[in-house]
Every structure is written in C-alpha cells, then in structure tokens.
C-alpha cells in the first residue's frame, strides 16, 4: 500500500477544522450524518479518531494559492468548501449506486436510510457555500468564486448523469467516457487549483494555467480510480471488490474493451453488459477478457499521458521551484496510489 | 375546485419565461428532466402546455419587490431562483417519500429512476444560483441575496429531515411540528418575500416585517396542505388519495390526534402509527378518528390563526393599499385552496 505522501497530510490538521467549524453551531441530527461520514463520530455519536479522507483537492486549493504567492491560511474556507462538495457528491453518489461501503465504513444511506442520506449530501452542499462566506475577500471575488463552485457542481452532476446513463448503454465511445469524466472528478479538481489561485490574486494566465493543470490531472485521477475498480484491493480502496464491474460502469479499462474485442470475446462482453448478470462467474470472466487485451495496460499509458501533460502544463508556468515539487509529489501520488 | 386567483396568473408568463431562459443553452438529457417536471415537455421531449405549478413564491418575490416601491422585473432572475429551490426540493421530496405522482402526472424519479431523478433535483439547487447571477445588483447584495436562498435551503432541508424523522416517531409536540414546518415551507415563503423587498430596496423594517408576514403565511399554507392530505380530493390536489397518512406523516390533524384521543381511539392510532399497518381499512379508521374528536376543525382553526396574524403584520406595515390587496388575496387563496 502506498503511503499518503507527506504533502497531502500537511494541512490535514488545518482543513479538518476549518471544516469542524463549519458545523460547529449546527446541531440537529441531520448533520451527525455528515460528522459520521467525514469519519468524527461514530453512527451512535461517539467521538471517533477523525479521518476526512485524502484531502487532495483542498490540498490542490491551498497550495495553488501559495504557488502564487498568496498566503493558503486565506484559502481555508475554500479548501473547506470543496472538500464539502466533494463529499456531498459522494454521499449521494453511494446512494445512486447502492453503495453499503466506503473508506472501510458502512456508507451515511446504509446506516439512516436513503431518504435521510439524501437530506445528509443537500446539507453538505449548502454549508459549502457558508463556507465561502467565510472568505475574506471582497464581494465581487466572493460572487466569482460562488460561481465558479456552482458551475464545478453542475459539471459534477452532468458528469453523475452520464455516469448512471451509460451504466445502460454499451456503445460508450472514449469521446463520451471523457465528457462524463471531465465532469464527474476532473472539473471539481481544476476549480481547486482555479479557486486557490484566484483567492493568492494570482495572474490570470497563471490562474487559467493552474486550471488546466487541474483538468488533466483530474483525469489522471479517474483513471486510476478506474484502475482500482478492477485491480486495486478491497482492503486498500475501502471499497467492495470489482464493484465497478458489477455495477456495469462504463470505466476506461472497460470503454477499451468493448472497442477492442471481437468473436468470443466481445460476445461475453456483450452478453454480460446487456443482460447484466451477476455472478461471481461473469465479472470474473469479464476481467480476464480485459486483462488478455491488454486494457489494464493501456489504463495505466493513458493515466501516464495525462500526468505527463499536466506536467507540462505546470512547468510552463511561471511558478516557483518548491510549489512545482509540492504539485509534482501529488500527481505522482495520483498515478501510483493503491487507494 | 378553487380557481387559481388572478393575482397567481398575473406574473406567471414572465415566471415561466425567466425559467425558460436560465435552462436555454442546458441541452443534455440531464436537463430535459427538468423541463419535464415543469410541465414543458412530455417524457419523450415532445412539448408541453407548460404547467409550472402554483407560482406562489416567485409572486410574492415580485410583489415584495412592488410593495416597497421597486420593479419587479428587477427581481425576476431571484423569483426563478426561488420557483428552483422550490422545485428542486419537491423532486426530492418525491424520491423520499416514493411518490409516483405529482401535478397528475408521473413524477421525474417514477420516469427516470431514483438515481437520475437525485441529480435532477441537485441541478435544480445549482440553476437557483445561476439565475441569482442573473441579477443587476451590486456584488454586496448578490451575495446577501445568495446567502438567504442558502439559509432558506438548510431550514428546507432541516424540515426534510423531520418530516422523515418523525414518521417514525409517535410524540411529536406541537412545537416540533412548528419546528418541522417552519424549516419545510415557512422559511422559503419568508425568503421570497425578504429577496423581492431587497431588491426592491425597502427600508430594514419593512423587509423585516414581510419576512415574518411570510413566516406566518408559509405556516399557514403548510396547515391547509395539512388538511387537503386527508380532507382534499385527488383530483383537486394531483396526490394519492390520504397519502400523507398512508406514510405516517406528522401533520397537524395527526399531532393533533395523538395529543386528543384516550382509550380506545388511543390505541387505534397507536396501533397504525407504531406498526405501520397499510391496509385501506387502517387508514380509514385514521381518518375516522381524526375526524370524530376535531382534528379537521382544529386544523382549519389553527390555519386561521395564522392567517389573521399575518394580517395583522402586513396591515401593519407603510405599504401601499394596492400592494396590501394583492396579498391579502393570496392569503386567502391560501386558506381556502382545495389544490
């Protein structure tokens, strides 16, 4: 299992709280549940040791605000915000997909029903943009970055649309697996980098660069993301063993090998993707297929390819040395991890 | 059936076109959902007589913006935030509460699933903050309107979150029933009425008093939806017939019920509320009760209440005798509405 790297737990302390404070005058029950999904209490209430995930696109945000010279403390309610985004979008994407797992948890919906964790991911969304007001920038920096939040979530939810959508549909090409995953991960990573940058009073060329930045390694992300859903272990990803398989997600190792079979091969792939069944069997058989042609591979070169332009996109600035490293050690996180 | 009165239709074009356009250059499918549950189009895309519902919040936005001397088309971009918000929390609510009808039609989820019908809602929320952009404000009020459309939503989603939790629960106070209310429907009425005052530029006191003139309002709407759940006719109200007792809703008649009945009557209702029988039979014998000791004419009471307390404010307050006849005539729509 690879490690956090160091860089992602630097402002763990500091983002954890910042987010603790959002909820701190928020008593009601409905938002123990998102105590318990950020992992600080238990389902009965109990505090619990903290674990907020991986942080990586606050993470993204403070740094891209230091990368520019800006001070990352500023940055906080943003970090804070997107984390909360993220996270709602989590809450309810669990739901979507019937999710009874995450983060080695069972999921907010399995333990108060889904009606419950609906009203858990709504509250979420909505304390992000309290969040924002915690800013201390002017109200016209406040409005664009109120925008930029808004349309990195309805990118998200076109992107969880497309996502359930193409769960039915087979005939997926590369063309549409980017759209739906330039929305779902990619667009929420590059308004990080886009938001910390903006609130650091960065140059606009440094702030449009630092988002495609985002934008490429967003995709990376997925694409690794894609990879565990098939190779990745159980006890490492804290989620169930080939779900996405199972739930006939149309990932990239998968989007490869319906394009790239033909006889036997795409006949199996057919019958299993069309008629959705489910056993053990069948997704084992749909595994093998892939890994026969190669598709594992070729995850791994295209993750490879959008690391290297989001490389290249970032040498290009005109940044200093140290936020260069600090970004470099994330996207080689990104390319490598095992969670 | 009561017609909707002239002061709900007087607005409802430029309503209807302002929605319109805050969805326009929207074209994935994600969207259509939305036009569909507006009443734009059918499930097949093919267009509707548009039917957007009541257009009870966006016209008391507009006419707060009147009463205190501004124009209206000014508050257009947040009178569509709001029908939205609105919006967004019935396409929820619907999944929750696994309703497969709604307006006599079927509702998004019973047509899309569950999972899609979860991110139209969450699109809805979104689109509310894009038409707030839309408004010719200085950034200062952008932002101040935006964070009431955001504390009406957590109330909202605070009041979802005891509806639900109270299905479950047979002591529910009359104060937790306020409480539940208050956040479920009074808090978006007062906030429609507080943005249009806003933006109409009234004076402190005046948009503080049609916020509580709103809150009085939304209390009483919600009693008289109260009351058309068991006593209203299905195809008057466009819901299943004794719906919200079928679910063990906690509405007023029921609150009411469970503190005013004793022996017999007691244990009936106990029975039904605490073992979830569904059977028609159940129901009937609910409904039976209810009305043997009163609860309809204590619902239609308590609404009146409120009613002439929000009177009692609007009279109250420096607003022009034309501005005071418009919502005069919506609260008692309100009172009297068989839909």
Known sequence: MVKLPAILTRYQGE???ELRSVLADRNSLL???IRYHFGWIDEKGNP???WAGKAIRPTLCLLACEAVGGNWHDALPAAAAIELVHNYSLVHDDIQDDDRERRHRPTVWSVWGKPQGINAGNAMRMLANVSIRHLDVTPAKQVRIQSMLDEATILLTEG???DINYEKRLDITTKEYLQMVGGKTAALIACSLETGAEIGKGARKVID???QFGWNLGFAFQMRDDYLGIWGKPED???????DIKRRKKTLPVVYGIENTSGEMKKILTRFYNDGVQDEEGVASVVRILEAIGAREYTVKVTGHYIREAERILTDLPLGQSAVQDFSRIFHFIAERDF
Do not use: E, V
């Open 48 to 50: 619990l040791q903290g």
């Open 160 to 162: 969880q649309y497309f």
């Open 31 to 33: 938002y123990d549940m």
């Open 237 to 243: 990803t804290g989620k169930p063993m080939w779900g």
């Open 209 to 211: 660069g630092l988002r």
């Open 15 to 17: 983002i954890d709280a």
